[in-house]
């Protein structure tokens, strides 16, 4: 069973940065994928990015484009995404999810393993 916690998340003001990390264990898959989704109030859960463990490509929504990186320490078995430049409209919650076969890496229901959430609110 793999079992993903997320910690990170905080409040900072727009312009600021945030570095999310989730920490995996149980993972029996030689390859899979681990993303980022966050959900703000009344909207619907988004992918954020992505990657590939099996040959590291990385997925990122246009939005974050340039402001978030996704990366991965493969001794730790941790992931992490660096945010910076946040704006109010990054404030959410954000889950690390991870499958060992996903259709597409923002698609949140391929993802069979979640976290918990953390929030991240950003002020203007």
């Known amino acids: 069973q793999v079992q993903l916690v997320e910690s990170g998340g905080g409040s900072v003001q727009a312009g600021g940065s945030l570095r999310l990390s989730c920490a995996a264990s149980?993972?029996?898959?030689?390859?899979?994928?681990m993303g980022w989704f966050r959900q703000a109030p009344g909207k619907d859960r988004e992918g954020v990015a992505a990657?590939?463990?099996?040959?590291?490509?990385?997925y990122y929504a246009d939005s974050v484009k340039g402001r978030f990186t996704i990366s991965r320490d493969n001794a730790k078995n941790t992931l992490y995404l660096q945010m910076n430049s946040l704006k109010p409209e990054d404030t959410a919650m954000y889950y690390c999810?991870?499958?060992?076969?996903?259709?597409?890496?923002?698609?949140?229901?391929?993802?069979?393993?979640w976290g918990q959430g953390t929030q991240v609110t950003v002020s203007s």
């Open positions: 149980g993972v029996i898959y030689r390859s899979y994928y």
């Open positions: 999810a991870a499958d060992p076969a996903v259709r597409w890496w923002s698609l949140s229901d391929e993802y069979n393993y």
């Open positions: 990657i590939y463990t099996g040959f590291g490509n990385t």
